[in-house]
């Protein structure tokens, strides 16, 4: 197994512009988070689906951001219109149910200048 | 909401010495996960403690979880170059999906 798969690895973009990360999970993992990483607050649990239903979106910053999990396969973090706050390294995870550890992906990491 | 601290926040070690960071919550856990992010990596799952004052190896790293599921810890043994990184404790906040993590501890390790 490929492990979970985020795309793009790197985005630099200009405040204002909208930006959107991309995460395909493991096969068979019911579970997909999105969490984003800074010095500042550490690791912080943005939303997470199960079975591609978002569960609970109340780590959302604001109106901003948004996540969509259209099919089990893929899911999309997609920020509009982009502040320079918003840079962080951006993690898509994926579990197979409670009680399993969580499979990181390479994470995003996005810059807005 | 729940939160999950853990001390130290930074740790500095000579390699062969040994090495502990500590997880602690105000409330009750039903378990305790714990993850290790090299640095410019992304977290990587070792383990999941659930029972009461369980304790899990292995090969250096020694796990425990406290009698009150409150606590947990994380011993190295004799560390290496390659144990450097941050360390993570994470808990099931609220319904057993959601992982908060908590601070982390960076290890570095010098020859």
């Known amino acids: 197994d490929a492990g979970v798969i985020q795309s793009p690895r790197h985005e630099v973009t200009e405040m204002g512009q909208e930006v959107t990360l991309r995460c395909k999970p493991i096969?068979?993992?019911?579970?997909l988070f999105w969490y984003r990483q800074t010095m500042m607050r550490g690791l912080e649990l943005l939303i997470y689906?199960?079975?591609?239903?978002?569960?609970?979106d109340s780590g959302m910053p604001e109106d901003r951001f948004s996540a969509k999990m259209p099919n089990a396969s893929f899911s999309t973090l997609k920020i509009q219109p982009s502040e320079p706050r918003d840079s962080a390294v951006y993690f898509c995870?994926?579990?197979?149910?409670?009680?399993?550890?969580?499979?990181f992906g390479s994470g995003t990491r996005l810059t807005v200048v | 909401g729940q939160q999950v601290m853990q001390i130290p926040q930074y740790q500095h070690v000579q390699e062969g010495e040994d090495f502990t960071t500590y997880c602690n919550s105000s409330?009750?856990?039903?378990?305790i996960q714990w993850y290790k992010q090299r640095p410019g990596g992304h977290p990587v799952f070792l383990i999941q403690?659930?029972?009461?004052?369980e304790v899990k190896k292995q090969k250096r790293l020694t796990f425990q979880f406290g009698e009150a599921k409150k606590n947990s810890s994380l011993h190295i043994t004799a560390t290496q170059t390659t144990d450097v990184g941050t360390y993570f404790c994470a808990a099931n906040t609220g319904t057993a999906s959601k992982l908060t993590f908590g601070t982390g501890t960076r290890l570095q390790v010098t020859l």
């Open positions: 409330t009750t856990l039903s378990n």
């Open positions: 096969s068979g993992h019911d579970y």
């Open positions: 995870a994926s579990r197979a149910g409670p009680g399993y550890g969580y499979t």
């Open positions: 403690l659930v029972k009461s004052g």
């Open positions: 689906f199960n079975n591609n239903v978002p569960i609970d």
